[in-house]
């Protein structure tokens, strides 16, 4: 029977099999660094994806002159084609048309959403002051993702991605959005 001193004497002693242990040691780390960076690699993809989305949405709705509701539908469907391949579920969409008061405050004119709430008619929104031009007029596009790692949803939980754009009309001083506004802006 060997004392327990030996044993320890033998154990830091002996060279066999210190590369494995080794690797056993550190395997946890590497995995935890490589599902890490695929974790994050899709959400940089993902708000990239966003940041194409909101562009398209803003770059649609201004050439319109008047909007009706199979159009809308149409401009904001676009929105998930540009996710593709991602799923489109998590998106929430939401394009706004603000008036610019003579005091340069902003207000919605009209609003559409999909998959969220639209903005109040009439409600507050602050803009960059060099974009308040009163009696002028804005389209606000806003897109949201909510992106669920697949591997580190435990550290995290799900991660909101989202952009904003302000543009102006193309082809009239004002867009029309015939179910909110009738035929005036």
Known sequence: MRRPTDICRRFVASTRAVAAIEFGMILPVLLLLFLGSYDAGRALAIDMKVRSATYTLAAITNQYTTI?????????????????????????????????????????????????????LGSTVTIPSALATPGSYLIYGEVSYTYTPSFGYFLTGPITLADNLYVTPRSST???YVPQNGTTC
Do not use: H
């Open 174 to 176: 004002c867009i029309v």
């Open 68 to 120: 009706q509701s199979t159009d809308m539908q149409a401009i904001v469907g676009a929105t998930s084609v540009v996710l593709a391949p991602y799923p489109s579920s998590p998106i929430v969409v939401v394009v706004s048309q603000l008036t610019i008061s003579a005091s340069g405050k902003a207000t919605v004119s009209w609003s559409y959403s999909l998959n969220g709430t639209a903005r109040s």
